[in-house]
């Protein structure tokens, strides 16, 4: 089974790749051209990017490509409520992989500050966050659950996060099945990038991709919010 033998929504662009090198390889390639493409048009190029482990090779190959990075700016769609030290940081994550040689003149702008709580940390980022330019290219994730950045099923602040209409770019969040409370850009946020791209591996990844396009339960499966003719998909086993 390939992502080809899913039913797509019109207009949804997903690519197959063999190996997860060869998709991290040809998705490089792509932001960095976006990113180009933004810089030539701006002067300036705005990159949103997601943690976890599944990104380090593409981050790799993407701190490799030949761009004028200190026209990049560089932000998280979510974040751990953890020192950039902590071996969970996503900020961390970044410094180790992709702001690295050429790369590290890129301008970074975290979403963790010391804060006596989370929902603190998150006013704090969110003021933060209004430096940010419009967004050129997003890079999403999804859990087996369906979430994307961290916008997880059950979260009590979920329901405000999704809202299009709604003023805070950056919330709290529960994550019920993980040990660390998150920060997560709102969905308005995220849905303002010019480019998104949903990056993912593996059977249960196309699994869980599938039941979310078979509904349209956004609180269910918040990954559902992004599913539309402005996403891409880039998949290998």
Known sequence: MAIC??????GLAAHDFDTAQQLADALAETVAERLKQAISENGLATLVVSGGRSPV????????QPLEWSKV??????????PTEHADSNAGLLQRHLLQGPAAKAKFLGLYNVASSVEEAAQAADQTLAELPPIDVLILGMGDDGHTASLFPNSPNLNEALDLQGERRCLPMLAPSVPHQRLTLTRRLLA???SSILSVSGQAKLDTLRTALAGDDLAEMPVRAFLNPSLEIYWCP
């Open 57 to 64: 090779a593409f981050f790799q190959r993407l701190a490799a």
């Open 192 to 194: 303002s990038a010019r």
């Open 5 to 10: 033998d899913l039913k797509l929504p019109a």
């Open 73 to 82: 700016v560089i932000s998280l769609a979510d974040e751990r409520f953890v």
